[in-house]
Structures are given as C-alpha cells and as structure tokens.
Nanobody, 125 residues
Framework: QVQLVESGGGSVHAGGSLRLSCVAT????????MGWFRRTPGKEREFVAS????????YYADSVKGRFTISRDNALNTVYLQMNGLKPEDSAVYYC??????????????????WGQGTQVTVSS
C-alpha cells in the first residue's frame, strides 16, 4: 500500500507554467507505475500522463503532449508533472495515482489502485 500527497497547484495565466509534485508518505513509490489524472466539475477523472516504475517509459494524453512532462525520482519517493504552455482548459484538480498495472494501457481511472487528495490548478485567460 502507498499513501500519496500532491502539491504545487495554483493559479496562473494562460501560457504560464507549474510543476506538480507527488510524494509517497507511506510505502515505496518504486513498486508502482505512476500517473497524473485530472478532474473538472461534473466530469470523470481524465488521464493526463503516466510513467513506468523505472521511469524509462512515459505516456501522454494527446491534449497535453508536447506541453507536459512526467518524471520521477524513486530515491525521493516523488513523481512530478511539469506543465508548460498552460491553457484555461487545463484547469482542474490534478491527482497522482499509483498502479501495479502496465501504465501503457492504464488510461482509465478504475485501473489505478491508490489516489492522493489532489491539487487545484487554475489557468486564467
């Protein structure tokens, strides 16, 4: 089992950048593939990005490809999401879940096992 805490959210103008962090306060992050999802009011959680346990493989939603970068530091028990070129439609609560599944195919929220509480990102035009 792993407990996850996200941070780094905030309010920025369109075109700005934010770096989200997700630290495992309990358990070893290296045992899991990690991801970032986001949710807006009235919608289900949407896949953003994922990364394999050793960090060699990363996957992105088409909507963020080329703008967002997922990375991890297993020694620090932390995963990151660097978000550049932010758009108003990126506004959401961002979550970093963990899974034992292959992250390449885990784009549906129900394939992820552990979730943090989320961090709010607001992008104004």
């Amino acid at each position: 089992q792993v407990q996850l805490v996200e941070s780094g959210g905030g309010s920025v103008h369109a075109g700005g950048s934010l770096r989200l962090s997700c630290v495992a306060t309990k358990g070893m992050l290296s045992r899991y593939s990690m991801g970032w999802f986001r949710r807006t009011p009235g919608k289900e959680r949407e896949f953003v990005a994922s990364i394999s346990r050793n960090g060699d493989n990363t996957y992105y939603a088409d909507s963020v490809k080329g703008r967002f970068t997922i990375s991890r530091d297993n020694a620090l028990n932390t995963v990151y999401l660097q978000m550049n070129g932010l758009k108003p439609e990126d506004s959401a609560v961002y979550y970093c879940p963990a899974t034992i599944n292959n992250p390449r195919y885990a784009t549906a929220y129900f394939l992820w096992d552990y979730w943090g509480q989320g961090t709010q990102v607001t992008v104004s035009s």
